[in-house]
T-cell receptor
Framework: GAVVSQHPSRVICKSGTSVKIECRSLDFQATTMFWYRQFPKQSLMLMATSNEGSKATYEQGVEKDKFLINHASLTLSTLTVTSAHPEDSSFYIC??????????????FGPGTRLTVL | LAKTTQPISMDSYEGQEVNITCSHNNIATNDYITWYQQFPSQGPRFIIQGYKTKVTNEVASLFIPADRKSSTLSLPRVSLSDTAVYYCLVGGLNTGTASKLTFGTGTRLQVTL
């Protein structure tokens, strides 16, 4: 099946620093990638949808200036958490989808990135 | 977006069949039903997907009644390694907001000896 990777798998940073998380589709081209956040014992919450070559669409309540998303190619999307604070500590998961308009397309999820802000 | 309702948790013994039912009363005509499995600190893993009637693969079966307002994931002869959270999602065609997947609370399955 299709493989999605994330890097790094876990990161610890100091409060106020910025952290970049990469999401790659390894064996397919993803026209759309999604970013989720998951707090302990909770479900996944969709943060934003990014389409290659265009600006990301953020869900209500997600600060676009704090969570910068870049989808520069069909195999790479990045999420940058700017000026991270302890409350941003969470498990960040991306997913990728091969996009064909008018068809149902399965999403393939990455392994997740554990962010801890001290 | 169709909202889903699942039991928060279920317990089972190893070797038993487990059925997890999901309600999705507002499912749209274009919506498919997909089930994912998630282990702690891992991304969700696709289990099975269907539109109507019954679908079976090597790990599970999915039963969908004619009105499609609910679905049941059936796991035959579960083992300890099936302990995980199971999510039922409904989503439609790759067009605009219908293409987003909204995760509900999921069902935490605990399998014991």
């Amino acid at each position: 099946g299709a493989v999605v990777s994330q890097h790094p798998s876990r990161v610890i940073c100091k409060s106020g620093t910025s952290v970049k998380i990469e999401c790659r589709s390894l064996d397919f081209q993803a026209t759309t990638m999604f970013w989720y956040r998951q707090f302990p014992k909770q479900s996944l919450m969709l943060m934003a949808t990014s389409n290659e070559g265009s600006k990301a669409t953020y869900e209500q309540g997600v600060e676009k200036d704090k969570f910068l998303i870049n989808h520069a190619s069909l195999t790479l999307s990045t999420l940058t958490v700017t000026s991270a604070h302890p409350e941003d500590s969470s498990f960040y998961i991306c997913s990728a989808r091969v996009g064909e308009a008018g068809k149902y397309n399965e999403q393939f999820f990455g392994p997740g990135t554990r962010l801890t802000v001290l | 977006l169709a909202k889903t309702t699942q039991p928060i948790s279920m317990d089972s013994y190893e070797g038993q069949e487990v059925n997890i039912t999901c309600s999705h009363n507002n499912i749209a005509t274009n919506d498919y039903i997909t089930w994912y499995q998630q282990f702690p600190s891992q991304g969700p893993r696709f289990i099975i997907q269907g539109y109507k009637t019954k679908v079976t693969n090597e790990v599970a079966s999915l039963f969908i009644p004619a009105d499609r307002k609910s679905s049941t994931l059936s796991l035959p002869r579960v083992s300890l390694s099936d302990t995980a959270v199971y999510y039922c999602l409904v989503g439609g065609l790759n067009t605009g907001t219908a293409s987003k997947l909204t995760f509900g609370t999921g069902t935490r399955l605990q399998v014991t000896l």
